[in-house]
Nanobody
Framework: QVQLVESGGGLVQAGGSLRLSCGAS????????VGWFRQAPGKEREFVAA????????YYGDSVKGRFTISRDNAKNTVALQMNSLEPEDTAIYYCAATPRGLPYYRYYTGNNYSDWGQGTQVTVSS
């Protein structure tokens, strides 16, 4: 089983940027998929972005399209989430999730399709 560790969260003003990183130990991401989800207090978990490790295909939630970018670093076995133009509504705990197998495109958006999860990192955007 892989252990996922997120880093890069913090406090930023609206309009600012943050870069989250997800690293894995115990297994590489090769052949699988990695996603980012978030959960704000009192709200349901929300899909943010995902990437297919093999071909680099990316998927984004509607609320972050054009502002967030997911990328992978094969050599470091890490996935990054670059978040620009942050809004107070982006405030949440951000979780990295992974699955050892690639997914059909329609399954990237649902957390139940990912087998491994990190502990999460807090992102707070002040107005």
């Amino acid at each position: 089983q892989v252990q996922l560790v997120e880093s890069g969260g913090g406090l930023v003003q609206a309009g600012g940027s943050l870069r989250l990183s997800c690293g894995a130990s115990g297994r590489t991401f090769s052949g699988g998929a990695v996603g980012w989800f978030r959960q704000a207090p009192g709200k349901e978990r929300e899909f943010v972005a995902a990437i297919n490790w093999s071909d680099g295909s990316t998927y984004y939630g509607d609320s972050v399209k054009g502002r967030f970018t997911i990328s992978r670093d094969n050599a470091k076995n890490t996935v990054a989430l670059q978040m620009n133009s942050l809004e107070p509504e982006d405030t949440a705990i951000y979780y990295c999730a992974a699955t050892p197998r690639g997914l059909p495109y329609y399954r990237y958006y649902t957390g139940n399709n990912y087998s491994d999860w990190g502990q999460g990192t807090q992102v707070t955007v002040s107005s």
